[in-house]
């Protein structure tokens, strides 16, 4: 099917634990993005990436690593994952930076809870 | 401040009520603008985009005051189905701009 899909969709890991949650796209758009939303903070950007091998940080990138080998995946992985890092995750794609018509498509989200 | 301040509500109308948010933002060079809707444990979807002359969709209106740096939505004749988290969208402050998006504005609509 085309579109952006996310999974999990449900996670519960142990803090200390690493965590990948995966993000595909099959429009072949440039730009992906992954961002938290917590409640009080609305949606952070984390990291994003303008194309294959290149990303870069947003506003909240501590505790996050992310990659983009192939123009449709953007893995998030949380390298030792704390209790803070509980949050809805969301990876979104446009095909550019901005898309003035569209602005950015979203995954149905990953929840991840660290206990 | 807030790149982008929106009122969280909740903001309970009746169905068939005209209801009204609104958003400031503090980047003034933000050159695009979106109002997103989010349904309760659910992505943000694209309600529409704004325009600075303002624009129409059905029941929904934006308007864009860049002089003030605030945009507006305004719902007319409100259903129960329009019950939602309504976001406000602005492009960011960094080199390559980026959205940003407000914490949003929760509308119930009630029989």
């Known amino acids: 099917d085309a579109g952006i899909t996310q999974s999990p969709r449900y996670k519960i890991t142990e803090t200390g634990r690493q965590v990948t949650l995966m993000c595909h796209q099959t429009w072949s758009h440039s730009y992906m993005f992954w961002y938290r939303q917590d409640l009080g903070h609305g949606l952070r950007l984390i990291y994003y990436s303008a194309a294959a091998d290149i990303t870069d940080k947003g506003e909240v990138p501590d505790g996050y690593v992310v990659s983009r080998s192939k123009t449709e995946n953007f893995p998030l992985t949380l390298e030792s994952a704390t209790r803070s890092q509980t949050s809805v995750y969301f990876c979104?794609?446009?095909?550019?930076?901005?898309?003035?018509?569209?602005?950015?498509?979203f995954g149905s989200g990953t929840r991840l809870t660290v206990v | 401040r807030k790149e982008v301040e929106q009122d969280p509500g909740p903001f309970n109308v009746p169905e068939g009520a005209t209801v009204a948010f609104n958003c400031t933002y503090s980047n003034s060079a933000s050159q695009s603008f979106f109002w997103y809707r989010q349904d309760c444990r659910k992505e943000p979807k694209l309600l529409m985009s704004?325009?600075?002359s303002g624009n129409e969709d059905g029941r929904f209106t934006a308007q864009l005051n860049r002089a003030s740096q605030y945009i507006s939505l305004l719902i007319r004749d409100s259903k129960l189905s329009d019950s939602a988290t309504y976001l406000c969208v602005v492009t960011d402050t960094g080199t390559a701009s980026k959205l940003t998006f407000g914490t949003g504005t929760r509308l119930q609509v009630t029989l």
């Open positions: 704004v325009y600075s």
């Open positions: 979104a794609s446009s095909e550019s930076i901005v898309d003035r018509a569209v602005g950015y498509t």
